[in-house]
Structures are given as structure tokens and as C-alpha cells.
T-cell receptor
Framework: LAKTTQPISMDSYEGQEVNITCSHN???????ITWYQQFPSQGPRFIIQ???TKVTNEVASLFIPADRKSSTLSLPRVSLSDTAVYYC?????????????FGQGTTLQVKP | DVKVTQSSRYLVKRTGEKVFLECVQD?????MFWYRQDPGLGLRLIYF???????EKGDIPEGYSVSREKKERFSLILESASTNQTSMYLC???????????????FGPGTRLTVT
């Protein structure tokens, strides 16, 4: 099973770009990479998902190198409201899925 | 909007009690999940169900069982609650997003269970 490793915490300032990297050395061929955001006392919220190369949506970008052993979540111009825990998830995209693995999460603190 | 609801936000039970945590989703999703979340350990998968009456163990199924009799409802059962099951329990359901060509999990608000 592909386990993930991410930094425990990161600090940033408003307006900066934040990059959070997740390592998943044992990722399987049919595994997707998904990132979630969680605020205190709430369930995680889907941010972005990708399989390879680069994916961008209105919230973030996800960079995945060719070997897929790591991925980087990029948050452009963060604000105070982006302070949250960010989880990297590696798992299968099929309906009868195998186990889904969450990383420990990265606590991002955005300062004014 | 997808809604995943959980029966209680906060629950206090005594050691040895049987505890039921209910989860309901309103979007006809096939896949549903139960996680627990503890400080420093992140989210850990307890059980998941990929269809009605189908279930599979996650990473930490010991001390738990589940029931999926209807597609919209996934129940987590603690047969005999213990203090080490004090935790935040999160339910999720999953659907395929055709726009993204991928799956998204939708989480409920969580149930904070305290076993005394």
C-alpha cells in the first residue's frame, strides 16, 4: 500500500504562494493523488486530484513528476482563511477500491 | 450540493456500552467510508462499503463493525465501547466526477465520541 509523507507544519504570509510536497514512493499504477483541506471541527474538503503531470482548478494546482513518487500542492496567494490542515491521499480510482491512505497532514499557518 | 450527515456531533458513552453512529448521504453514492481522527495520527480508515451489504476492513477495524442495509445509510457499531475508542469519527461518501474524470470523497461534519 502506498503510504505518504508530508511536512508536519508550514508557515506562510498572506499573499505568498505555498507549496506542500507529499512523498509516495510506493504508489501503484492505478493510484490517484488527492488533496484535502480540513478546518477545525469540520470534515475534510476535496481540493484537487490528479494522476500525472499538472492539474489546475480555481483553488490550487497539483504538480506530479513523471515517476509519480511525489506530488506538490501549490496554493497561489494564500490568505488567512487558508490556515488549515492539508492531507495528501493516495488511492485507487476504481469503484471496488482498495484501501485509501491519508498522510499525517500538513498544518499550514498563514500569518498577516 | 452533496450532503453527508451524521446522527450526532457530540456523544458521551460509558465503557461497555453498545454505540451506533449513523451516516446518511443524499446523492445515491455507491461508496461510503468510516474514519477516525486522532491528534498526531491523521485520518485512519476503519471500514468502507462499496455497495449495499458489501463491506471491507480498513486499517483499524478491531473493535468495530458496520452495517449497510440501504444505499444511503452506513452505520458504524462499537459492540462494547472502550476508552481508547474516544475519538472524532468521520463518515464519507464517494462519487465519480465526470468533469474531473476522478473520484471525490465528501465528508460529514464528524461525531466526537467520548467513552468514559
Amino acid at each position: 500500500l502506498a503510504k505518504t509523507t508530508q511536512p508536519i507544519s508550514m508557515d506562510s504570509y498572506e499573499g505568498q504562494e505555498v507549496n506542500i510536497t507529499c512523498s509516495h514512493n510506493n504508489i501503484a499504477t492505478n493510484d490517484y493523488i488527492t488533496w484535502y483541506q480540513q478546518f477545525p471541527s469540520q470534515g475534510p474538503r476535496f481540493i484537487i486530484q490528479g494522476y500525472k503531470t499538472k492539474v489546475t482548478n480555481e483553488v490550487a494546482s497539483l504538480f506530479i513528476p513523471a515517476d509519480r513518487k511525489s506530488s506538490t500542492l501549490s496554493l497561489p496567494r494564500v490568505s488567512l482563511s487558508d490556515t488549515a490542515v492539508y492531507y495528501c491521499l493516495v488511492g485507487r480510482g476504481s469503484s471496488n477500491t482498495g484501501k485509501l491512505i491519508f498522510g499525517q497532514g500538513t498544518t499550514l499557518q498563514v500569518k498577516p | 450540493d452533496v450532503k453527508v450527515t451524521q446522527s450526532s456531533r457530540y456523544l458521551v458513552k460509558r465503557t461497555g456500552e453498545k454505540v451506533f453512529l449513523e451516516c446518511v448521504q443524499d446523492m445515491d453514492h455507491e461508496n461510503m467510508f468510516w474514519y477516525r481522527q486522532d491528534p498526531g495520527l491523521g485520518l485512519r480508515l476503519i471500514y468502507f462499503s462499496y455497495d449495499v451489504k458489501m463491506k471491507e476492513k480498513g486499517d483499524i477495524p478491531e473493535g468495530y463493525s458496520v452495517s449497510r442495509e440501504k444505499k444511503e445509510r452506513f452505520s458504524l457499531i462499537l459492540e462494547s465501547a472502550s476508552t481508547n475508542q474516544t475519538s472524532m469519527y468521520l463518515c464519507a461518501s464517494r462519487a465519480y466526477n465526470t468533469g474531473l474524470s476522478s473520484y471525490e470523497q465528501y465528508f460529514g461534519p464528524g461525531t466526537r465520541l467520548t467513552v468514559t
